[in-house]
C-alpha cells in the first residue's frame, strides 16, 4: 500500500532533549515536506526537499533541522525542543516539488514539549 | 505574494443538507488548486483537484468543487452531506516551482460539524 509513515504518532518530552521524528515514503517520490499544524495557523512548512541531499528552508524553520540521505526517508530534528514547538506534525510527500503534484501526508505526530 | 483565505472557521450542517465551503485565491497565473479533507486524529486526505479544463471538478466522497477565475474561488460542495463528512477541510494553491514555500500553500482550513 502506498503511504507515508510518521513515528511516533505521539511524543512526550522536556525542554532541551533532542528528539528525531522518522517519515518514510514507499512511492519513490522525489518531493519532501515537513509541516506543522496549530489551531488556528493552519499547515505551516518546516523544511522540504526536492530530492536526495537537496533540503531547504520552508516559512518556519527556527529550531528545526532536516536531512534526506535516502529518497525515501526524510527525518525531522529537534536539537534542542523548546515548549513553543509542541504542535501537531506532518510529513508529507509528492511526485515532484511541481505545483501541480498532489501531497500525500502522514497521519501526524503529535508532539509536547514540557 | 500567492495566498488563499477560507473565510469561515467553523459551519455546521444537518445531515442530509447541501454544503457548500468557500475558498479564495490570489495567484498571479492559472493557479492549480486542490481541497484536502483531515478527519479526526489523521493526515490530510486529497478530495479533488483542478489544473485546467472544465471548471466543474468531481473528487471522491461525493464532493465536487468549482472554479471561477473572475471571482478567484474554488469552493467546495455537496448536495447531501453525511455524519461522516464531519472534519476539517483545507483549500491549497500550488505554489511557483522552487519557490520558498514549497508546492502548496494552504488555507488555514474550515472545521465542519454535522448535526444529527
Known amino acids: 500500500e502506498a503511504q507515508v509513515t510518521q513515528n511516533p504518532r505521539y511524543l512526550i518530552t522536556v525542554t532541551g532533549k533532542k528528539l528525531t521524528v522518522t517519515c518514510s515514503q514507499n512511492?519513490?517520490?522525489?518531493?519532501m515536506s515537513w509541516y506543522r499544524q496549530d489551531p488556528g495557523l493552519g499547515l505551516r512548512q518546516i523544511y522540504y526537499s526536492m530530492n536526495v541531499e537537496v533540503t531547504d528552508k520552508g516559512d518556519v524553520p527556527e529550531g528545526y533541522k532536516v536531512s534526506r540521505k535516502e529518497k525515501r526517508n526524510f527525518p525531522l530534528i529537534l536539537e534542542s525542543p523548546s515548549p513553543n514547538q509542541t504542535s501537531l506534525y506532518f510529513c508529507?510527500?509528492?511526485?515532484?516539488?511541481?505545483?501541480?503534484?498532489?501531497?500525500?501526508f502522514g497521519n501526524g505526530t503529535r508532539l509536547t514539549v514540557t | 505574494a500567492q495566498s488563499v483565505t477560507q473565510p469561515d472557521i467553523h459551519i455546521t450542517v444537518s445531515e442530509g443538507a447541501s454544503l457548500e465551503l468557500r475558498c479564495n485565491y490570489s495567484?498571479?497565473?492559472?493557479?492549480?488548486l486542490f481541497w484536502y479533507v483531515q478527519s479526526p486524529g489523521q493526515g490530510l486526505q486529497l478530495l479533488l483537484k483542478y489544473f485546467s479544463g472544465d471548471t466543474l471538478v468531481q473528487g471522491i466522497k461525493g464532493f465536487e468543487a468549482e472554479f471561477k477565475r473572475s471571482q478567484s474561488s474554488f469552493n467546495l460542495r455537496k448536495p447531501s452531506v453525511h455524519w461522516s463528512d464531519a472534519a476539517e477541510y483545507f483549500c491549497?494553491?500550488?505554489?511557483?516551482?522552487?519557490?520558498?514555500?514549497?508546492?502548496?500553500?494552504f488555507g488555514k482550513g474550515t472545521k465542519l460539524s454535522v448535526k444529527p
Open positions: 495567484y498571479g497565473a492559472t493557479p492549480y
Open positions: 491549497a494553491v500550488g505554489a511557483p516551482y522552487g519557490g520558498s514555500q514549497g508546492n502548496l500553500i
Open positions: 508529507a510527500s509528492s511526485l515532484s516539488a511541481f505545483r501541480g503534484s498532489p501531497l500525500h
Open positions: 512511492m519513490n517520490h522525489e518531493y
